[in-house]
């Protein structure tokens, strides 16, 4: 199959996918962690694709929700632990939100779009505190944040900043035996086990941070004096990450004991596949090592987790851990599956070339 046939291929099959989701949900929500995950994935499948109802339903949602995220105007009031309502301004998963707009705003540049995402990220970084990321999810949901606003500003503590945040992550929840990260501190082996008695990684959160790596590396100049840290995690993972891919191309929800919830999950090798496919095609891990790790992925997820009309099945539902006995089947979709699943197929699109 020529190059050409190939990437055409993959457009067709983005666009299929991404018109199925965005017809069986016309509406838009709010800008919450689930909803905004699809929407870095929707922007990537625009940028490949230049399909201008893609970059549409992006802005339609960013109109709806202001262009903000949290809305509470309130400095005083703003909280960054886990909450849902709009005084947790702080907190990662109102946060995400802002990659798009910064996205739709480097589209076409207004002011007015990336106002709430500098007025926040510039008060979070006034504090000192550092403790602003204490479950794995928020790396992916907010480190892209700060590299974009970085690249958009030149400002220098926003790569400050994030390093600073992400060691308290890395300290908080990192196991040093494997590089992989705990969902938070709950989950600490041995405080927490596998069904079998074995460290529990979740694989949807390692996804998230693999991912988040993958987004933000490019964005850091090469000058930068952590770059380096970024980059030696991001390839650690990925060695780990090649030895428990199952034959079938999936990863299990929890990464090194497969019997602890098994079957295929979409969400974590969404992420894992999409992290592959970045790395070769950025030249950060070698493609003749690692190519048959991110086709056997690709071809989970094209083979396996697409469905004949287009839906994203065997994604795990919302929640912070491998659940043994869950149900997740063909019929088990959701919107953050689908954005990581866009992910992936948009850099098997640059992969295509190869």
Known sequence: MSAKNCKTE??????????YWQTKNPTHGRAFWDNAAYHTGNMEAYNVTNNEAFRTYSEYWAKQNLWMGARSTDTLKWKYKYGETNDYVMFGDWQICFQTYIDLYNLAPDSAKIARATEVMEYQMRTPNVDYWWWVDGLYMVMPVMTKL????????????????????EDLMIDPETGLFYRDAKYIYPKHKSVNGLKDFWSRGNGWLFAGLARIINDMPENY???????????????????????????????IDPAHAPGPETSGTA????????????????CSHYKKTALKGWNYLTKTALQPDGRIGYVQPIGEKAIPGQIVDANSTANFGVGAFLLAASEMYRYAKH
Do not use: C, P
């Open 10 to 19: 993959v457009v067709t099959l983005i666009n299929k996918v991404n018109t």
């Open 150 to 169: 970085y690249k958009l500003t030149g400002k220098q503590i926003y790569l400050d900043k994030l390093y600073d945040y992400y060691k308290y992550a």
């Open 225 to 255: 004096e952590h770059r380096a840290h970024f980059i030696s995690q991001y390839q650690k993972m990925a060695i780990v990450l090649k030895a428990a891919q199952q034959k079938e191309g999936y990863w299990t929800r929890s990464l």
């Open 271 to 286: 992420f894992f596949t999409y992290g592959y496919l970045w790395g070769i095609n950025n030249g950060f891990l070698k």
